[in-house]
């Protein structure tokens, strides 16, 4: 087995590929930070290599790290933008700089989008994940030199997440509470409002973005994909927009974990790491 690790910010998501497999059959295993000294009790199995993600910080990548070598004798190998980049070009000023979880998900995107027939006509595409910060990336085909099509990256907004934008408001306002409501088209009090306003922000930039992807490729419907624990707060808002604008746009197809497919996609059938 493969083990394959994406330690967000809040939690952390586990995920094995059998060997020959090329993708993953089953859903993440999702630990909480102070759960990671206790993984290898969670598995079943004893894996012969570790590949993992990491935007959690020193302290979550030492936790795991020492529950592996503990357990397993074995190093994580930790990857970022730096890898996979036969897979996938890179369009980042500073391509170093990009984040590795939305790089390894945009990786995992491609795996799913490959039969998405928009995708294949030449349409982009665009992942947005609503976690402790949103990220709204955008896949689109480039023609190179040579007269080949790749796949790239060529770019994508950072913005507060959902519920960063309900701490702000309530740290930062003498008269705000936390809000917890449900969105409303028309708001009558605070908790709504605040709720409303924040869904609204998300979807807003989710639909400009989408928009954009449109308009560079005229003609087609760029498929919308999203992941992340705040989807819930803003999937009826975005989705009410997104047919306002468009009324025959396909519905966001969800994804559970594109970091981790994105980590799949970096092992060969030896379970060797390929490098970009």
């Known amino acids: 087995m493969i083990l394959l690790i994406d330690a967000g910010n809040t939690r952390v998501k586990v995920a094995w590929l059998a060997p ?39 302290g979550v990548r030492g936790a795991l790290e020492r529950a592996c070598r503990t357990a397993w004798g074995l190093p994580v190998r930790w990857h970022d933008a730096r890898d996979g980049h036969a897979l996938l070009l890179n369009g980042y000023r500073q391509p170093a700089q990009l984040g590795p979880d939305r ?20 349409a982009p595409c665009v992942l947005a994940s609503f976690g402790t910060a949103t990220t709204i990336d955008t896949l689109a085909w480039r023609t190179q030199d040579d007269g080949t099509r790749r796949p790239a990256f060529i770019g994508g907004l950072i913005l507060p997440g959902a519920a960063l934008m309900a701490r702000s408001l309530a740290q930062g306002t003498a008269g705000l509470p936390l809000a917890r409501g449900e969105p409303a088209d028309f708001p009558t009090d ?87």
């Open 20 to 58: 020959g497999a090329s993708g993953r059959d089953a859903p993440p295993l999702i630990l909480e930070h102070a759960e990671l000294p206790g993984l290898p009790a969670r598995l079943g199995f004893a894996p012969r290599r570790i590949l993992g993600s990491n935007v959690a910080g020193d």
């Open 190 to 276: 605070t908790d709504t409002a605040i709720a409303s306003g924040i869904a609204a922000a998300q979807a807003g930039a989710l639909l400009r973005q989408w928009r954009l992807a449109a308009d560079t490729c005229p003609g087609t419907r760029p498929p919308l994909f999203v992941s992340g624990g705040d989807w819930p707060r803003v999937q009826e808002e975005l989705t009410a927009a997104l047919a306002r604008t468009d009324p025959a746009a396909a519905r966001p197809h969800w994804l559970d974990s594109p970091v981790l497919d994105g980590l799949a996609s970096l092992a060969d059938p030896d379970g060797q790491a390929v490098a970009g």
């Open 103 to 122: 790089w390894l998900g945009l990786l995992g995107l491609l795996r799913h989008v490959r039969d998405e027939p928009a995708w294949r006509a030449g």
